[in-house]
């Protein structure tokens, strides 16, 4: 009797090794597939982008935010499932400052509802302020995302905070466009 509980025992502890072993890669795809986002700057999950113009965006952001010692992200979405664009905006932005000098800015994009949502963290909200700066900022893309250009319009958002937050730097004070003009 004893002989025959060893081996259900042994057979059920071999078919659990067994299922371990057969999981752990993708428990292991899993984990790397979580990292990886955790460090991207494009997280498409709408699917807007060819895979070029996703690498593209990718090492522009990626180098933008190392120029400038942030996080800066642009992040579609399939469905915001009832939420606000604003609300997930926000998670992220905070989500992505941790660890960053000069903080976070991420560009919410659900193209179901037609809408988008700029979120910067505290530290990136001194660089470009929600008053004049967003507006702004937004003004440099949005133009394309009406037209479903996404790849242009990311690229103009990109080179727009780029611009920006580079005057900062050299200025120590947030851009504004109204600064520019001509008063007659």
Same mark, same amino acid.
């Given at each position: 009797?004893?002989?025959?509980?060893?081996?259900?025992?042994?057979?059920?502890?071999?078919?659990?090794?067994?299922?371990?072993?057969?999981?752990?890669?993708?428990?292991?795809?899993?984990?790397?597939?979580?990292?990886?986002?955790?460090?991207?700057?494009?997280?498409?999950?709408?699917? *807007?982008?060819?895979?070029?113009?996703? /690498?593209?965006? +990718?090492?522009?952001? !990626?180098?933008?935010? $190392? #120029?400038?010692? %942030?996080?800066?992200?642009?992040?579609?979405?399939?469905?915001?499932?009832?939420?606000?664009?604003?609300?997930?905006?926000?998670?992220?932005?905070?989500?992505?400052?941790?660890?960053?000098?000069?903080?976070?800015?991420?560009?919410?994009?659900?193209?179901?509802?037609?809408?988008?949502?700029?979120?910067?963290?505290?530290?990136?909200?001194?660089?470009?302020?929600?008053?004049?700066?967003?507006?702004? *900022?937004?003004?440099?893309?949005?133009? /394309?995302?009406? +037209?479903?250009?996404? !790849?242009?319009?990311? $690229? #103009?958002?990109? %080179?727009?905070?780029?611009?920006?937050?580079?005057?900062?730097?050299?200025?120590?004070?947030?851009?504004?466009?109204?600064?520019?003009?001509?008063?007659?």
């Amino acid at each position: 009797m004893k002989r025959e509980q060893r081996n259900f025992f042994s057979a059920v502890l071999l078919s659990l090794i067994l299922l371990l072993a057969l999981a752990a890669p993708a428990l292991s795809e899993a984990a790397e597939k979580s990292r990886a986002q955790a460090d991207a700057c494009v997280m498409d999950d709408a699917g *807007l982008l060819s895979d070029a113009d996703e /690498s593209s965006l +990718e090492k522009t952001l !990626a180098d933008i935010g $190392t #120029a400038h010692k %942030a996080r800066i992200v642009v992040y579609t979405v399939k469905d915001l499932k009832g939420e606000k664009a604003g609300t997930v905006a926000n998670r992220f932005a905070d989500k992505f400052a941790v660890g960053t000098e000069n903080g976070a800015l991420v560009l919410l994009v659900a193209p179901k509802e037609r809408d988008f949502y700029i979120s910067t963290d505290n530290k990136m909200r001194t660089r470009i302020t929600d008053d004049n700066g967003i507006e702004h *900022l937004a003004g440099q893309f949005v133009p /394309s995302l009406k +037209e479903n250009k996404y !790849a242009e319009g990311f $690229t #103009a958002f990109a %080179a727009a905070v780029d611009e920006m937050v580079t005057y900062y730097e050299k200025e120590g004070k947030p851009f504004n466009p109204d600064a520019f003009l001509l008063t007659i």
